[in-house]
């Protein structure tokens, strides 16, 4: 079928005035309704035969034409032209094509539509149409109703993702500040003024550590004074890898403090973790009178200290000694010392290389335990006193106390009787040790925590406990049941020598205080009143029942 569109109204006009002579029918039709909208010719060969012969090419008083939309356009058509049926045609207005009203056309569904159909169609077409529109309106349904399941459960699945996924992201972020956090101090991260130094040293223990495996060895005389250089830079070498920082790192007797590490039960692998994992440190507080840093790993086991170069030498001097004393008494209250390092490191612009020794020793005082006081004992009285807050009890808790305090608050350590014997024995044996090695000036720090009463009692006396690098010692009553304290001890200090200077600050002290009070005094002057001090700490009546 030819379409010609763009008729004008005139056309129009003609056309029906020929065809309201030719069929009466359209004369019931009005002609303005009739919009100039379609026109089309149809040829014989394409012309449609009704079964009763006549042809029905062309329908002058309604067309319907199917969209792309699946909508068709019907005309609106009058009451009395719904109701004939044309018979015939006139011949002359075969190839003429009937014309629709697109002013007044209206948009029909699919439905509307059928059930046009079916109001002017036979029953059997009718029945035939009603099943097609009530299967089509039961597929509708269906379609639509598991259309809005799927939506539905789209957002369902995409909400319960997006949950899951906040959940994992929230869970990432407490994971990551819990392992960035300290448990005490300040942390020591970048911008810190001692960030450069600290990333230095955990950088070469890391790589120094590592480096000494292999099979273990009887350790000989060259061993205690074999040292081993690295050198740090950016781009890094085949026996350093590449660093933040330019710097040089000296590793002292490796092989030695690897035997010392195993015999103070530490496993490799756990001391680099519990060092070099995160590279995290902790700094608490600003250094004390001998101008030492102390730096916490980051579960607080260890604790890296700054030393002068004269404790340098005289740890490398009384390494022999103190080793064979490790292997003797694993017991010892004495620091544990797991190794001894230098860096080499640019400082300023115009002040050259400096040099930085310090040593890897242990933390008397456990992570997980609330110290509620702790002192520090020497067995002198002069100067031997700290001032102490009384409006800001949390403030006195982190205050280190000292003999004049002990003093005062007339404190002792509760032990039963075996246990004190022997605690007295293994001090004993310690302070023995740093007489003969020239060393003073040390002191016995203690930490003191309290515990509920486990109301239990004994069968057999408890002895010293050592584990973890630090010294537990449960109080207990003349008949070894428990007390509320637990203490934690360890002497610290002991690598200060008795020098010419030292002997010279006993001579200057000499003239304003007693001798037996002044901390600078000859090594076995020392040892001896540091012991006394201590032993008459322990309760009165069970060193009477041990003598």
Not at 149 to 154: E, R, V
Not at 361 to 380: C, E, H, T, V, W
Not at 420 to 446: C, G, P, T, W
């Amino acid at each position: 079928m030819n379409i010609v569109s763009n008729i004008n109204e005139n056309d129009l006009a003609l056309l029906w005035s020929e065809e309201s002579k030719t069929n009466p029918v359209s004369k019931n039709l009005d002609p303005v309704r009739l919009a100039p909208t379609v026109c089309s010719k149809q040829s014989k060969s394409s012309e449609e035969i009704s079964p009763s012969g006549n042809s029905i090419s062309s329908l002058p008083i309604a067309a319907i034409t199917a969209t792309s939309n699946t909508s068709l356009h019907i005309d609106n058509l009058d009451s009395a032209s719904e109701e004939v049926l044309v018979p015939n045609i006139n011949s002359h207005s075969r190839d003429r094509i009937s014309v629709m009203n697109n002013r007044s056309t209206t948009l029909l569904s699919q439905e509307e539509i059928g059930q046009r159909l079916v109001a002017n169609a036979p029953m059997s077409s009718i029945s035939n149409s009603k099943s097609f529109i009530n299967t089509s309106r039961t597929l509708t349904q269906n379609e639509s109703t598991i259309s809005t399941q799927d939506a539905i459960n789209t957002e369902l699945n995409r909400m319960r993702t997006s949950i899951i996924a906040k959940r994992e992201r929230e869970r990432k972020r407490k994971e990551f500040l819990e392992d960035e956090r300290v448990l005490v101090g300040n942390k020591v991260s970048e911008g810190h003024s001692n960030y450069v130094m600290a990333y230095n040293m955990l950088t070469g223990i890391r790589v120094s550590v590592s480096r000494c495996s292999g099979i273990m060895k009887p350790l000989t005389e060259v061993d205690f004074r074999t040292t081993k250089k690295l050198a740090f830079d950016i781009s890094g070498s085949e026996l350093t890898p590449s660093s933040k920082y330019d710097f040089k790192f000296k590793d002292y007797a490796p092989q030695v403090f690897r035997s010392l590490r195993l015999l103070f039960g530490l496993d490799p692998a756990d001391y680099l973790v519990s060092l070099t994992s995160k590279y995290i440190l902790s700094e608490l507080g600003s250094p004390g009178k001998s101008g030492s840093f102390f730096y916490y790993s980051r579960d607080y086991k260890f604790i890296i200290k700054t030393i002068h170069h004269s404790e340098h030498r005289q740890l490398r001097r009384i390494l022999p000694q103190y080793y064979n004393h490790i292997k003797e008494n694993p017991k010892t209250l004495i620091s544990q010392f797991y190794g001894l390092h230098r860096v080499k490191m640019p400082w300023g612009r115009n002040a050259g290389l400096r040099k930085v020794h310090f040593i890897v020793m242990n933390n008397i005082f456990p992570p997980a335990k609330d110290i509620r006081s702790q002192y520090d004992l020497k067995g002198s009285l002069a100067g031997r006193i700290t001032r102490t807050p009384t409006t800001n009890s949390e403030l006195a808790r982190t205050i280190v106390l000292k003999d004049q305090n002990w003093l005062k608050e007339e404190k002792t350590l509760k032990l039963g009787p075996q246990k004190a014997k022997d605690f007295l024995n293994q001090l004993r044996s310690d302070v023995d040790l740093l007489e003969r090695l020239n060393i003073m000036d040390y002191s016995l720090l203690v930490g003191i925590h309290y515990e509920p009463n486990r109301l239990k009692k004994n069968n057999t006396p408890e002895t010293l406990m050592s584990f973890e690098g630090r010294s537990e010692l449960r109080a207990t009553d003349y008949l070894n049941n428990d007390l509320d304290e637990v203490y934690y001890v360890g002497v610290i200090d002991c690598l200060t020598n008795y020098s010419f200077f030292k002997k010279v600050e006993t001579l200057w002290r000499s003239l304003s205080h007693k001798r037996a009070e002044v901390s600078a005094v000859p090594p076995m002057e020392y040892g001896e009143r540091f012991y006394q001090f201590v032993r008459n700490s322990v309760d009165s009546h069970i060193i009477k029942k041990q003598c």
